[in-house]
């Protein structure tokens, strides 16, 4: 048997909302994909936090979103990585833990133009394969036919976690647009009010 595939879905999650969770089942069901981690990016002590949900909050939610949903998995992996981030640093940590696994980036078209100018680009387009969500108005340019880039079309939610927070704050109702379990703990929780 090959190696586990592990696709890495990052973000603030500041909140996991539906138009999240569907790209995540999206790639985890319907792509040679095992597993899809949704990887919560950790706060950047340089930057205001702002209306941004403390780490764990944001993590338990994610937790929550994906219940008991196969293959998906959230993780906190780059908490205790240095601040900021960078990806090319948390696959060589994920490489070494997980000998055994191989992992590549899911990301949406319009993050796929930014990428030449990440961290080690040219490493990371070399070694790991990216898998890409189209996002309409965002063709994804040049390295859309990168032989490392895979095209997917999945079906999308317009939506962000910017209008989950504002629709929160404005008492309007976030029903459907995230999942029941994450809509629970938003409104015990008090977050974002
Ligand atoms: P914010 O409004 O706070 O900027 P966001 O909803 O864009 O948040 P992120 O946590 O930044 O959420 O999203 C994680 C990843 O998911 C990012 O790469 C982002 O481009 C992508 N993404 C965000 N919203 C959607 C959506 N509705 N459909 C597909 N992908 C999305």
Do not use: C
């Not at 190696?3 to 999240?20: A, E, M, Y």
């Not at 969770?21 to 040679?32: D, P």
């Not at 994920?94 to 080690?120: A, Q, V």
């Amino acid at each position: 048997m090959g190696k586990r595939k592990i696709g890495l879905f990052f973000g603030s999650f500041n909140p996991v909302h539906t138009g999240h969770m569907i790209i995540a089942n999206y790639m985890v069901t319907r792509t040679e994909l095992d597993e899809v981690w949704m990887i919560v990016s950790p706060q950047n002590p340089f930057k205001k936090a702002g209306s941004l949900a403390r780490d764990h909050d944001r993590l338990h939610l994610v937790n929550l979103a994906i219940g008991d949903t196969p293959g998906l998995r959230a993780s906190n992996v780059e908490f205790d990585l240095p601040k900021p981030s960078y990806t090319i640093d948390t696959l060589a940590v994920l490489r070494d833990k997980y000998p055994d696994r191989t992992f590549s980036l899911i990301m949406g078209s319009d993050n796929l133009p930014t990428l030449p100018k990440w961290k080690n680009a040219e490493l990371l387009l070399r070694d790991y394969d990216i898998h890409v969500y189209n996002r309409p108005g965002y063709p994804g340019g040049e390295l859309s036919a990168h032989p490392r880039v895979q095209l997917h079309e999945a079906p999308l939610m317009h939506l962000s976690a910017t209008y989950i927070r504002e629709s929160i704050r404005e008492g309007h109702s976030i029903k459907y647009l995230v999942p029941g379990a994450v809509a629970r703990e938003l409104e015990v929780s008090g977050m974002y009010r």
